[in-house]
C-alpha cells in the first residue's frame, strides 16, 4: 500500500549516484548502457546478469536501476539455488540475496541467525539454505513462468499492459517490477478500495494522491481512473527508487512507507511482501 511521501522529490537519476562492478556485486544503469555491453564490462554472460535480474527483454534496461552481478562475492555461481555460502559484499541486502538464490528472505534469516533481518555485515559469511525443489504447486521444479492464471482469465484487465508499458517507461521504472507490485496490490482491478482509503490499481492513499498531484503538476489527475492510477503508481515507484537505489528497499517503502523503513528497518511482514514482489516481477 502506498503511503505519503516524506518529501516533494524531482523524478530522476539521485545526484551523486556512481556504478559499482563484480566487487561490490551491483552496478547503476547508466544513459545508452546496453545489456550485452554491459555484461562485458563486469566478464560475465549477457543470459546470466538477464536471469539474475529477472530482464526478460534483453535490449531493454532502464537508466537508473540497479543490476545484480551474477557471481560476485560468492564461492558458487549466483542464483544456484543449490545451498552454500555467500561473503557479504558492501551494499548488498538480505532481500537481494534471497531473491538471487531463490530462497525466501524470511528463510535465509532463519539459517544465519539474524535478528535484525535489515543488518548485514561486510565480509560476513552466510550460509544459503537449498532453495525449495519446485515453487509452482504442480511439481514441477523451478519457479512459476508466464502470466499469473487469473489475470489470463480477465482480458479486461490485460488490456492495461500498454498502459503500465508507457508510464514505466515515461518515468524511467522497470515495467516488470511496476505490473508486479500492481498486481500484488489490487490483481489490477481499480475498483478496489482498502478500509484505509487506499484506492485503485496501485492501491494509492489520498494524502499520496495529493503529494504526487504536486510532484507531476496535474492536479486534475484521479486515482479512480486506471491510466491516471498507474501514471501515479510509477511516478511514486520513480522515487522511491531514487531515493533507496534498489528495487527491495523501494517496494519496501512503498508498502511500509519510506519514514518508517528509515527508522526502523523493513519489519517482518514488509520482508515477506517484498519477496512476493520480486517473484512476481519474474512473471511479468
Do not use: C
Amino acid at each position: 500500500m502506498a503511503s505519503a511521501l516524506v518529501a516533494v522529490t524531482l523524478l530522476a537519476t539521485p545526484a551523486g549516484a556512481h556504478t559499482t562492478g563484480p566487487a561490490s556485486g551491483r552496478y547503476l544503469v547508466r544513459r545508452g548502457d546496453v545489456l550485452s555491453r554491459i555484461a562485458a564490462s563486469l566478464g560475465v554472460s549477457t543470459a546470466a546478469l538477464a536471469a539474475i535480474n529477472g530482464i526478460t527483454n534483453q535490449n531493454l534496461v532502464v537508466e537508473g536501476t540497479w543490476l545484480v552481478v551474477p557471481g560476485a562475492g560468492t564461492g558458487q555461481g549466483a542464483g544456484t539455488g543449490s545451498g552454500g555460502t555467500h561473503r557479504v559484499q558492501a551494499g548488498e541486502t538480505l532481500i537481494g540475496l534471497a531473491a538471487r538464490y531463490g530462497v525466501p528472505a524470511l528463510t535465509l534469516a532463519a539459517a544465519n541467525g539474524l535478528r535484525n533481518a535489515n543488518l548485514l555485515v561486510v565480509g560476513e559469511t552466510l550460509r544459503i539454505p537449498a532453495a525449495p525443489a519446485s515453487t509452482t504447486g504442480a511439481g514441477g521444479g523451478g519457479a512459476p513462468t508466464g502470466l499469473p492464471s487469473r489475470l489470463l482469465a480477465r482480458p479486461e484487465r490485460l488490456a492495461l499492459r500498454p498502459t503500465f508499458t508507457l508510464w514505466a517507461a515515461r518515468y524511467g521504472v522497470p515495467h516488470d517490477l511496476l505490473e508486479g507490485l500492481t498486481y500484488l496490490e489490487s490483481g489490477w482491478q481499480n475498483s478496489v478500495v482498502s478500509p484505509d482509503g487506499a484506492v485503485g490499481i496501485g492501491q494509492l492513499m489520498p494524502q499520496t494522491v495529493d503529494d504526487l498531484r504536486l510532484v507531476i503538476g496535474d492536479a486534475t489527475l484521479d486515482p479512480r481512473d486506471p491510466s491516471d492510477n498507474i501514471r501515479m503508481t510509477a511516478a511514486y515507484l520513480r522515487i522511491l527508487l531514487d531515493q533507496t537505489g534498489t528495487a527491495a528497499k523501494a517496494v519496501g517503502s512503498y508498502y511500509q512507507g519510506a519514514a518508517s523503513v528509515t527508522r526502523r528497518g523493513m519489519l517482518p511482514e514488509t520482508l515477506i511482501y517484498v519477496a512476493n514482489v520480486l517473484t512476481l516481477r519474474q512473471r511479468f
